[in-house]
């Protein structure tokens, strides 16, 4: 009898390893079922000719059983990660570009300091309440769909054993050169790697671009809901996250992802995550060779934290989620830009100490406002044509900190 039963269990185990379930899920099945067989194992004169219903996709994404005794450790903080190529390093990489020596390093780090790489599926149980994670967890996240993250990252990931999730956005997949295929995804898929959704067109959905007699309405709704419908019938999955192009959203865009029925939506705003955060805009924070400091300031694990469940300022939706504008490496053609960044990550700031300095010109007279940690400038003549750098400086807790983004100066003439 005891064979019987531990012959159960293994093919149990067999059963639901081929259907993705997570090692610990796994682990946890199974000692529920030691602890008490199921309705089932405890009658084997049913009918066995049967054969068993193949599982259908709901069956499939519907979460374990939680155990009564699951204690769910609310205080918890998650960081998540966002890399996009991960290709050595020439002149035509890129600002998002990470090298696999240096995403290799990271993987390290993480490990040297004790931070728990989690899955997206955990993610959610925790954010649920079902299961609980390390209280420093995090996400790894690679965006639009560079076949680098195929080739390149995954093995990596794969020696570290850490899950992540790959947000593509469906026009770039299978075009070839450094685009990822549906075949790669499907890969990817089978070894567990969560697949999100991030649009069609990868179009900032504060802006947008519709198709000739298309209204905007019609172009964002297909940007946010039939992509996700793209992934899932391509896949085969439940797609449950989503991130936003460039990090950008409004209060509509936000409504559009409610109705796709999201789990989660990602910005670019890096930010410790906790428990009560709102699901549509949980940060991340993004490599950027000319920002190392970001990354730096994840692993630390001593940035700003989420704002709990305090509604958006959806006045200001761009202000709260973007980290510089113009953007890090944006080519403008406006010669009197607003100068604009969130400096959150800098700390708490004494709001008397910040000023702005653009390369070329001097310093600029700013506003700064300690509430929304945004400042804002105008540059009082208008610009030449040419590179510019943006530095803000400031001083939090007796100790000068400061940030740099780059932005291009392009005049309409040259441009069009
Ligand atoms: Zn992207």
């Known amino acids: 009898m005891k064979k019987f039963f531990a012959m159960l269990i293994l093919l149990a185990g067999v059963f639901f390893s081929l259907y993705k379930w997570s090692p610990q899920t796994l682990e946890r099945i199974q000692s529920l079922w030691k602890e008490k067989p199921p309705l089932a194992i405890q009658m084997p004169s049913l009918p066995t000719a049967e054969p068993a219903p193949k599982p259908s996709l709901e069956t499939k994404i519907t979460p374990a059983p939680r155990p009564a005794n699951v204690t769910v450790d609310k205080t918890a903080q998650v960081i998540a990660l966002m890399y996009h190529r991960v290709e050595p390093a020439t002149n035509t990489t890129g600002a998002l570009n990470i090298s696999p020596e240096?995403?290799?390093?990271?993987?390290?780090?993480?490990?040297?300091?004790?931070?728990?790489?989690?899955?997206?599926?955990?993610?959610?149980?925790?954010?649920?309440?079902?299961?609980?994670?390390?209280?420093?967890?995090?996400?790894?996240?690679?965006?639009?769909?560079?076949?680098?993250?195929?080739?390149?990252?995954?093995?990596?990931?794969?020696?570290?054993?850490?899950?992540?999730?790959?947000?593509?956005?469906?026009k770039f997949i299978g075009t070839g050169g450094k685009s990822i295929s549906w075949e790669q995804l499907g890969q990817l898929r089978d070894e567990g790697v969560e697949i999100g959704c991030h649009t069609i067109s990868h179009i900032n959905l504060r802006d947008p671009r519709p198709k000739a007699g298309e209204t905007n309405e019609q172009w964002l709704r297909e940007e946010i809901i039939n992509s996700k419908q793209i992934i899932e019938q391509r896949l085969g999955i439940k797609c449950a996250t989503f991130a936003y192009p460039e990090g950008r959203y409004n209060s509509h865009v936000l409504e559009l992802v409610k109705e796709a029925g999201?789990?989660?939506?990602?910005?670019?705003?890096?930010?410790?995550?906790?428990?009560?955060?709102?699901?549509?805009?949980?940060?991340?924070?993004?490599?950027?060779?000319?920002?190392?400091?970001?990354?730096?300031?994840?692993?630390?694990?001593?940035?700003?934290i989420e704002a709990g469940n305090e509604p958006p300022d959806l006045s200001e939706p761009a202000a709260a989620t973007s980290i510089t504008q113009p953007l890090e490496g944006e080519t403008i053609t406006n010669d009197r830009p607003i100068?604009?960044?969130?400096?959150?990550?800098?700390?708490?700031?004494?709001?008397?100490?910040?000023?702005?300095?653009?390369?070329?010109?001097?310093?600029?007279?700013?506003?700064?406002?300690?509430?929304?940690?945004?400042?804002?400038?105008?540059?009082?003549?208008?610009?030449?044509?040419g590179d510019y750098t943006v530095t803000v400086s400031a001083k939090a807790a007796g100790k000068r900190v400061e940030t740099q983004w780059r932005f291009k100066f392009e005049p309409t003439s040259k441009t069009q």
């Open 102 to 170: 240096l995403f290799e390093q990271h993987m390290q780090t993480l490990k040297e300091r004790g931070l728990a790489v989690i899955s997206m599926q955990d993610f959610l149980a925790w954010r649920r309440g079902e299961k609980t994670i390390p209280p420093r967890s995090v996400l790894i996240t690679i965006d639009d769909g560079y076949v680098s993250a195929f080739d390149t990252a995954r093995p990596i990931l794969k020696k570290f054993g850490y899950p992540w999730t790959c947000f593509v956005y469906t």
């Open 262 to 304: 999201y789990a989660a939506a990602f910005t670019a705003y890096g930010q410790r995550v906790t428990h009560g955060a709102p699901y549509d805009r949980i940060g991340r924070y993004a490599w950027n060779v000319r920002r190392p400091q970001d990354m730096a300031q994840a692993f630390a694990f001593n940035g700003p």
């Open 339 to 385: 100068l604009k960044a969130n400096l959150a990550t800098l700390g708490v700031l004494d709001p008397a100490s910040v000023g702005l300095r653009l390369s070329g010109v001097g310093i600029i007279p700013c506003k700064y406002d300690p509430a929304t940690s945004i400042i804002e400038a105008r540059p009082g003549q208008p610009l030449t044509a």
